[in-house]
């Protein structure tokens, strides 16, 4: 499938004609994809490169937000490595509890990877279990 679009080109070429080209650009074939199969890729995405998928499309948004299994390790926070630790835990902790904030939908897995004790509060993670179990 192709679209046509007809564009006037005259003010590129700095004349006063005015020639209409025809250009063929292909669909968006990411936004047609059927639900089911967004849902089968995201599943095998980290939670950090499913929430990046938000940007896709606007079928993609939020399609997020109804993972049935959610993995919270280290490549939540990778990205700060050179940050000081309390810096990551917080961000850490910021991340978790906005993942599950804006969830909608059933969750099946909850994974919690607790590497290098980047969770000290257990006031934290008791927090999440009463979310996940309320």
């Known amino acids: 499938m192709y679209l046509c679009l007809n564009m006037n080109i005259s003010y590129l070429k700095g004349t006063k004609s005015t020639p ?6 292909e669909p968006d074939r990411i936004s047609y994809l059927p639900g089911h199969v967004i849902d089968c890729i995201l599943s095998y995405l980290p939670i950090k490169e499913a929430v990046r998928t938000s940007v896709l499309s606007n079928k993609w948004k939020n399609k997020w937000y109804t993972l049935p299994n959610l993995v919270f390790d280290e490549q939540c926070v990778s990205h700060l ?6 810096v990551i835990e917080n961000k850490f902790l910021k991340i978790v509890d906005h993942v599950l904030l804006v969830h909608s939908g059933v969750i099946n897995m909850f994974k919690f990877v607790d590497y290098e004790n980047l969770v000290s509060d257990s006031a934290d993670i008791d927090r999440w279990i009463l979310h996940l179990t309320g």
């Open 81 to 86: 490595a050179s940050e000081d630790p309390l």
């Open 20 to 25: 209409r080209e025809v250009i063929d650009v």
